[in-house]
């Protein structure tokens, strides 16, 4: 008898599709199964009784909408040994998940066969993804329409502030995806990137071996594609099975939209209606609707392969965890400049990196890779200056080889820290973490690599860094305006006019970014540093 | 017999016939008082060789409704004995240093009672003064529709009469007798309510024995007044004849409105005028807050001046955030300063600058400190009280798995139970947690540690048992015919099926069952 499993990811906004739930998804319907996927707390699944549930979890500052979530579903399995909860979180902090919730979290990977049930030898990690249950739910991931895999498992290194070791603690230098990437093409179409999750592809042995496949794979240097006949893909999906819900949505929803692209073929639009309503497509609750669009092919077909959108696309490769600058050389960035990488990322985490860094630039410039993009932790070991430096250098470096580097400063948060409880690192503070998110919020996140814009946003040199991280907020986030209103020149006077004794007070203040001073306390604030607070106070607008 | 004209004092006479004071029972403090007053004189005389010899005798003859008070002070002299017991509202005492410090006084029983005896004896005389008030008689002249005598003078020649009696030459002692206490007053003639009254009012010691926190030699109250250099002040009041005096009621447990419970420590405060003079100072007693405290002789701090208590024990509650909280606590305040005087009515002070001051440094103590202790204390009782629930509820869950769980009502039912004892548990960590910091009890803060770590096991304890309702076996194959329905649907099937049971018999039932769920199971109707 075919299990009833229910798959649950937490109502998290996530950028990447569920991949684990994907390949467990894909590995039930090799058995036989019925698989429905649920993003987040829906209540009329959690009514039904479920032979198995499996929770996803992601990372630790999703604590508890994790938590809840798990908790919301335990109740709906017949037995708790089939509520499984698997992924990133269950990894790091399982024994938590345990005491918290009373389910003993799956860590790991599922790499081994017969993982999950008795009777059977199947690898669920090296099975295709099943990307139809991302037609289950309305949410969409930003990444949804790529391949995502791992041609390496695990890492070379052991970095402290890193997950990886945890989670994927054996490594694995070489897996192959020809056979996923060919199935994904034959069950759901070709996509248009490649998103790669290695930890650390430059430290595997294999790495030739892997650009070699990646360009066997169609993501050689230059390459494109024409995205595929979806409606041929998807009636050929319910010619093989009828019962195919996912496949029989996709076809209407094709059906639905084409019509757009005929609107400047007026005799062709009037054919596509007239079949439309000959078969009655109109309604996918129509009982007989399968049928009718298989029927209906032969009419449709040579529109849709006539009409559909054949336009050459670009086929990228995106090693998303970024490459480790130690490990490059002359050989492997060039084999690496064979593929269409973009961008290509490399981390440039500490500053004593910085020699090996530049050269790892260097070298990606001469083999013709001018898109880079960039990692910088911060609020770790680090200091603000050095995290200063490392921005700029990502300028200086662009000015001499022509690249265009995006910097993305990452905040180090533990991988033991739920729901991003304020970590501070050692030579960070508070207020200096706001400025620094307030600057990048503005921009998504990332650095651009134009000189003009990094010397405004961040500041000429370190000490104007320092002067604009100690900068009330609204005054970093509209810098403009509220130079223009003078908020910014009257700030820094009056900071300027201060009292040796009175600053080292008010310093600390901004530097905890409290600055509610006390009944009790004011007697240790002179008046000039009372009024200069008052810049930090939330209520003033800088707009006045 | 000499003539003397009487002197009217600052009270007017109609104020004495109607009761003074709001309590009657004020009547014994100010005899108390003024007999404090006749010990320390004849202390300071060389009379009596210190307190412990000193004795007050307070007798109540409830036959002849009679009371009588008195002292081995040093009494008065013949010479004195007139113009003092005479005259109304004008004392010899200085305010400042006695207790009793305004000759109205004398004359509290007044109100009460029909005659007011006095009798007194110096040493060295071989005669004893004796005093009559009428006021029986007194207070049918003052009626408004009395005629006669419109002089206040004469009406007090006309009632008080005076004679002298013979001694022996070594007697000195001074008493007051209230012969025919008034039916309105019966109160004042109880024993049991006298005894309560005198061990909170007067200035009676603490007993040691019961109340170890007055002798212990490093932090008790009597080492704290020799740091502080300050008497005690104690006397001794013997009630009809006991041969043991009265006591302070303080002793190491006390009756709460939850519990019994005990005083582990005391604390002390004390505050300073600006010239560096004591103030005052206080103690109150460490519970462990489990109600507020019950036993009415020692309920609520109370404020005392010469170690006789001013007020009651709800003096101080408006000087508490919440008037209540007074309750809480057992404790003394003991004052100093000269400017703080007892109302007239001696249930509080009089509203001068020093009083003002007081209540303002008091509160410091009273509001900021004492007022959040209940609170305090009465968030961890519950919270250790909520713990200790859920630990026997969830064996009761546990009972009922063990008998076995029949339907999914059932079922639903022991989710609920489990879900509020696990809420009960968070709860409870949640408040302890949050006060945890603030309780330096050494007893307390271990019992908090052990609480805590309790509950780690409980909430998994609880976790357990979800898992194991989970798991719980009944009707598993209809269980699993249905799963695909909601919880509604399988319930209304679930009755259905009891119906089946009922009315059919035992194999056609089954059958039919059967029947019902096999069509279930086809397809899912909606």
């Known amino acids: 008898m075919a299990r009833r499993i229910l798959l649950v990811e937490p109502a998290y906004s996530n950028k990447y599709p569920p991949l684990g739930l994907m390949k467990i998804s894909a590995y039930h319907k090799i058995l036989g199964d019925e698989v429905t996927f649920v993003k987040g707390m829906s209540p009329s699944l959690r009514d039904e009784i479920w032979d198995r549930i499996y929770v996803t979890t992601l990372f630790s500052f999703y604590w508890d909408i994790t938590i809840k979530t798990i908790k919301y579903y335990k109740r709906s399995v017949c037995k708790t040994k089939d509520f499984f909860v698997g992924g990133i979180l269950a990894s790091t902090l399982g024994n938590d998940i345990e005491d918290e919730v009373g389910i003993k979290p799956f860590k790991g990977l599922l790499n081994s066969p017969g993982a999950l049930d008795g009777g059977n030898d199947i690898v669920i990690d090296q099975i295709t993804p099943d990307y139809d249950i991302l037609d289950q739910i309305d949410y969409t991931y930003p990444s949804g329409n790529s391949y995502i895999a791992y041609m390496t498992r695990g890492c070379v290194n052991q970095c402290p502030f890193c997950a990886v070791p945890v989670i994927e603690p054996k490594f694995n230098n070489y897996i192959s995806i020809t056979n996923q990437i060919n199935s994904i093409d034959a069950l759901f179409g070709k996509k248009s990137n490649l998103l790669l999750m290695d930890n650390n592809v430059l430290g595997s042995n294999k790495f030739n071996r892997i650009i070699d496949e990646l360009k066997d794979l169609g993501f050689g240097k230059g390459a494109s594609f024409i995205p595929d006949n979806l409606f041929e893909l998807y009636c050929n999906r319910l010619r093989k099975n009828s019962d195919d819900t996912i496949a029989r949505k996709k076809v209407y929803s094709i059906l639905q939209t084409f019509p757009e692209r005929l609107k400047r073929y007026v005799d062709v639009f009037g054919r596509y209606c007239d079949v439309m309503s000959q078969f009655s497509l109109q309604e996918e609750s129509h009982p007989d609707f399968v049928a009718n669009v298989l029927a209906a092919y032969d009419d449709l077909s040579p529109i849709f392969e006539k009409y559909r959108n054949k336009a050459k696309k670009q086929r990228l490769v995106d090693f998303n965890q970024g490459i480790d600058a130690r490990l490059v050389n002359e050989l492997n960035m060039k084999k690496l400049a064979e593929i269409n990488i973009k961008p290509l990322r490399i981390a440039y985490d500490n500053i004593s990196l910085t020699d090996i860094y530049s050269k790892a630039v260097a070298l990606a410039a001469k083999n013709g890779i001018f898109d880079l993009s960039n990692y910088i932790l911060f609020n770790y070991d680090d200091n603000p200056e050095d995290f200063y430096f490392r921005l700029e250098h990502n300028i200086k470096l662009n000015n001499k080889y022509g690249t265009r580097i995006y910097s993305f400063p990452m905040k180090y948060i533990p991988v033991t820290d739920k729901n991003r409880r304020g970590y501070v690192g050692k030579h960070w503070s508070k207020k200096y973490i706001r400025a620094v998110q307030a600057i990048i919020n503005v921009t998504k996140g990332s650095v651009a690599p134009g000189e003009s814009f990094f010397y405004k946003a961040f500041g000429c040199d370190v000490e104007e860094f320092h002067k604009i991280m100690m900068m009330p907020e609204p005054y970093i986030m509209q810098r403009f305006a509220s130079e223009e209103a003078g908020l910014t020149s009257r700030w820094w006077d009056e900071y300027s006019a201060l009292e040796e004794e009175e600053r080292i007070l008010v310093e600390d203040r901004i530097r905890r970014n409290d600055f509610q001073v006390e009944e009790d306390e004011r007697q240790f604030f002179g008046r000039a540093a009372l009024s200069f607070l008052r810049h930090y106070d939330r209520t003033i607008s800088c707009t006045i | ?526």
């Open chain 2, 1 to 526: 017999m000499e003539s003397k004209k009487p002197v009217i004092g600052i009270f007017s006479l109609e104020s004495l016939t109607t009761g003074m004071y709001s309590d009657p029972k004020v009547v014994y403090r100010e005899y108390v008082q003024n007999a404090t007053d006749a010990i320390d004189d004849a202390i300071d005389a060389g009379i009596l060789a210190n307190r412990e010899a000193g004795e007050i005798s307070v007798k109540l003859n409830s036959r002849s409704r009679t009371i009588t008070i008195s002292d081995n002070g040093v009494g008065l002299p013949q010479a004195k004995a007139l113009s003092t017991l005479y005259d109304i509202g004008r004392s010899a005492k200085r305010y400042d240093k006695k207790r009793g410090f305004r000759g109205i006084g004398r004359l509290a029983g007044l109100s009460y009672s029909e005659k007011l005896v006095f009798k007194t004896s110096a040493k060295g005389e071989e005669v004893a003064t004796v005093v009559t008030w009428d006021s029986k008689k007194m207070r049918e002249m003052l009626r408004p529709d009395h005629a006669g005598e419109e002089d206040l003078a004469a009406v007090i020649e006309s009632i008080v009469s005076y004679k002298t009696v013979p001694e022996d030459i070594d007697k000195h002692y001074f008493t007051v007798e209230l012969v025919h206490v008034d039916e309105k007053f019966s109160e004042l003639l109880n024993e049991q309510q006298i005894r309560l009254y005198l061990s909170q009012v007067g200035p009676v010691p603490f007993r040691a024995d019961r109340f170890p926190y007055y002798s212990d030699r490093h932090s008790g109250i009597r080492k704290k007044m020799e740091e502080l250099g300050k008497s005690l002040e104690e006397y001794y009041i013997y009630l009809n004849g006991d041969p043991n005096p009265l006591y302070k009621g303080y002793k190491t447990w006390i009756t709460t409105s939850k519990d019994r419970d005990d005083i582990r420590e005391i604390k002390f405060f004390e505050e300073y005028h600006e010239n560096g003079e004591l103030f005052f100072w206080g103690w109150y007693g460490m519970s462990s807050f489990k109600g507020y405290v019950k036993d009415p002789e020692i309920q609520g701090l109370r404020v005392r001046k010469h170690n006789i208590q001013i007020g009651s024990e709800r003096t101080l509650d408006p000087l508490f955030s919440q008037d209540r909280f007074n309750r809480w606590f057992i404790g003394e305040i003991h004052l100093y300063d000269k400017n703080l005087i007892p109302n007239a009515r001696r249930d509080d002070f009089e509203p001068n600058d020093t009083y003002f001051l007081f209540k303002e440094r008091l509160e410091k103590h009273t509001k900021d400190v004492l007022s959040k202790i209940p609170a305090l204390y009465s968030n961890i009782n519950s919270a250790f009280l909520k713990i200790e629930t859920s630990k026997s509820s969830l064996q009761d869950i546990e009972n009922k798995l063990k008998n076995g769980v029949n339907s999914e009502v059932e079922r639903d039912n022991l989710f609920k139970k489990r879900d509020q004892i696990k809420s009960n548990i968070e709860r409870g960590k949640k408040d302890i947690e949050k006060s945890k910091s603030k309780i330096e009890d050494k007893t307390l803060v271990k019992k908090i540690a052990e609480t805590l770590a309790e509950t780690v096991t409980l909430e998994k304890k609880s976790n357990e048992l979800e898992n194991k309702i989970i798991d719980v076996e009944f009707n598993s194959h209809t269980a699993k015919a249905l799963s695909s329905y909601s919880k509604e649907i399988r319930k209304v099937v679930y009755r259905i099926f009891e119906v089946v049971e009922r009315e059919l018999e035992a194999t056609a039932a089954k059958k039919m069952q059967e029947a019902i769920l096999d069509e279930l199971c086809k397809g899912k109707v909606k």
